[in-house]
Nanobody
Framework: VQLQASGGGLVQAGGSLRLSCAAS????????MGWFRQAPGLEREFVAA???????YYSDSVKGRFTISRDNAKSMVYLQMNSLKPEDTAVYYC???????????????????WGQGTQVTVSS
């Protein structure tokens, strides 16, 4: 599946952004969909994942502030980010893990398809 992330930008600390990821090329409704981020000089970091339409998993650093959702009819995945902090600054990537998918939702190696990334910058 081809993935296109969008919605990044510059926001002040405490603000909100909503990232979108558009999927195309095949049906992705059964995929595990994930969001990852990568700050300069750091490894790619797991943010959130969603599967079975409602099952969700978050990293401890974003739990309670970020919400992942999907609209299979529109082939879209979203990441609502609230109470943003400067340490959330990174390039954010969406990724897809098609069936038969693994069990390690936070492992980037489990995901086959990746979008190009969208920059999120949070100023203090």
């Amino acid at each position: 599946v081809q993935l296109q992330a969008s919605g990044g930008g510059l926001v002040q600390a405490g603000g909100s952004l909503r990232l979108s990821c558009a999927a195309s090329g095949r049906t992705f409704s059964r995929d595990v969909m994930g969001w990852f981020r990568q700050a300069p000089g750091l490894e790619r970091e797991f943010v959130a994942a969603i599967w079975n339409d409602i099952s969700q998993y978050y990293s401890d650093s974003v739990k309670g502030r970020f919400t992942i959702s999907r609209d299979n009819a529109k082939s879209m995945v979203y990441l609502q980010m609230n109470s943003l902090k400067p340490e959330d600054t990174a390039v954010y990537y969406c990724a897809a893990d098609p069936p038969p998918f693994g069990s390690r939702r936070s492992d980037p190696l489990e995901y086959d398809d990746w979008g190009q990334g969208t920059q999120v910058t949070v100023s203090s």
